[in-house]
């Protein structure tokens, strides 16, 4: 039985975040060890007295200083016994939403990390352990997610305007959708509302109103029975 | 960094049946130590050299003798520090469904368990550890993957009467359906087959045709796109 206690049990975060009609994932480079160099997921070993979400929480604050909107687990990778060639791990993985404003605010502080950095999800390099593994899961989860709650909204901004909702659609889950359809159906839900402000509009000539994710209503809605959905042709 | 040798790693099963219009789940009694005497769910701690899953299909076959259709990760419980008072431990969770054939096979083998035994899911009794909260967790987890995907039928015969679908479905979604939309959507998906056997019918005098679920047809379906759902009004 005593063999049970060199199983090590560690924690690792995906964090997506969204600028410029792109999905990033955040990155840390290792500064110590046989991974020296290696860019891998934020992540590490968990205290004997912490949650497995105070791990995780703690792991983002020491190695890239982020405050995250959204924070879930999404699978416990334990099948490959050798995804760490120095001993048994098991890590338990979260994935993590921040917004624009979260984004640009990535530092470290006390860490095992070299550096931090956002890298669009097409352009992830080859990473330490299983970690392209986990971020293919972690990919997977967002774009079924994004159909059926309404999680992307923890990717943008609190006033948005309504083009970066229909845009973060179209490129998360790499499909054309019909904007018009899109857009008459979302307003439909009653939980976007329209705000009072208006920015000018890179696109064409006519600024645009914001919208905002009223968090309140769609939990009125769900109470009720609701279910949020998003269909594409 | 030694202290987190200290956390051990475990797996538990909660292995779903249904039989007679009812949903049960699989549990065991404790044999030894400060539990002995306690129903609890099939598990134990991961060995150093056996992937979770070997280790959960481990723990099932020695504690109960039982042959599962299938077998998923449903969630690692960790947050709570004190969910074992020996010591910390994990627990990665997979819920399981089992046939009618092999739900009267349960047996024990080497083991450390006193007993296995079905239990309905509204009869369970207060578990050791945090056990009750993780049933709690699969059964909203097999409510909602039976809406949208076809679990359902590793819970039935191969060959089953069309009416034990429809109540397995009000069964274990707690919800009345209307049955004749239900058999039109069902059978209009092109993968539930109509068989050549005539059963005796317990309930009209007519006898019943026997139905079976075609994975391959299914799987065809699912490559190019198709969705399955079930929705309730």
Redesign the interface.
Known sequence: ?S???????AVDAIVFGYQQNTLFVLLVKQKFGQMKGTWVLPGG?????????EAVTRELQEEAGIQVNYLE?L??F????HRDPRF?V?S?AYFALVNPNNFALVEQNDTDAEEAQWFAIDRIPRLGYDHNEIIKVAHQRIKNKLTYQPIGFDLLADEFPFSDLESLYTIILEQDIDRRNFRKKILSLGFIEETDTLVANTGSGRPARLFRFNKDTYNQLLSKGFHFEIKFA
């Open positions: 039985m063999e049970t206690n060199e199983i090590k049990v070993f968990v205290l004997k007295h912490e949650s497995l979400i687990q699978y416990t334990g099948d490959n016994i048994r098991i338990v």
